[in-house]
């Protein structure tokens, strides 16, 4: 199975901070990834599928980057809807994987 | 709309089974793969298990091989996860999703609101 590193597992940032998070394959997936927003309770929103496509009525603070094996999650400006966390999937497999997942918490 | 509604979740006693439904409405069901993951209390996701549109091509996570089944049923929009030999560790909310891909593989989106499953004595 293809391993997802996802880091930091908790980031503390400030309402207009940019933010980066980075997930790491243990093989090459090309642009077969995707980032997910989950709040407490619900059920996880899609923001970034194949790598770096922005998914409709998501905002443009929000840009996804990377292929192959190294992707980053990218925030611009954090506002305070943002606070959540944070997981990427790989989904090049048949047994797709999850990130171990990043806490956006308030400084 | 595009909607995913699951139910059947609840209490079951170590060893005992229970069956999640999940019915979808505001796509057309059968050109895509569905799937089910789930997320045991305050930790990560986890994918369990998807099916193709024809119901006939199945994977399972290594964790649930043989104790799980996916199924579904195209004239009633919807899919199943019969669970069986269920153990403390399959303690989770379970989340119904769609594959958005229909040539190739695509994320999963959207996703129901998730049925809970605990397994207590």
């Known amino acids: 199975d293809i391993q997802m590193t996802q880091s930091p597992s908790t980031l503390s940032a400030s309402v207009g901070d940019r933010v980066t998070i980075t997930c790491r394959a243990s093989q090459n997936i090309g642009r077969w990834l995707a980032w997910y927003q989950q709040k407490p309770g619900k059920a996880p929103d899609l923001l970034i599928y194949d790598a770096s496509s922005l998914e409709s009525g998501v905002p443009s603070r929000f840009s996804g980057s990377g292929s192959g094996t190294d992707f980053t999650l990218s925030i611009s400006s954090l506002q305070p809807d943002d606070f959540a966390t944070y997981y990427c999937?790989?989904?090049?497999?048949?047994?797709?994987?999850f990130g171990q997942g990043t806490k956006l918490q308030i400084k | 709309e595009v909607q995913l509604v699951e139910s059947g979740g609840g209490l079951v006693q170590p060893g005992g089974s229970l069956r999640l439904s999940c019915t979808a409405s505001?796509?057309?069901?059968?050109?895509?793969?569905m799937l089910w993951v789930r997320q045991a209390p305050g930790k990560g996701l986890m994918w369990v298990s998807r099916i193709d549109g024809a119901g006939r091509t199945t994977s399972y996570a290594d964790s649930v091989k043989g104790r799980f089944t996916i199924s579904r049923d195209n004239a009633k929009k919807t899919v199943y996860l019969e669970m069986n030999g269920l153990r403390a560790e399959d303690t989770a909310k379970y989340y119904c999703?769609?594959?958005?891909?229909?040539?190739?593989?695509?994320?999963?989106?959207?996703w129901g609101q998730g049925a809970l499953v605990t397994v207590s004595s």
């Open positions: 999703a769609r594959d958005r891909g229909i040539e190739v593989a695509g994320p999963f989106d959207p």
């Open positions: 505001g796509f057309t069901f059968t050109n895509y793969w």
């Open positions: 999937l790989q989904f090049n497999s048949y047994s797709p994987t």
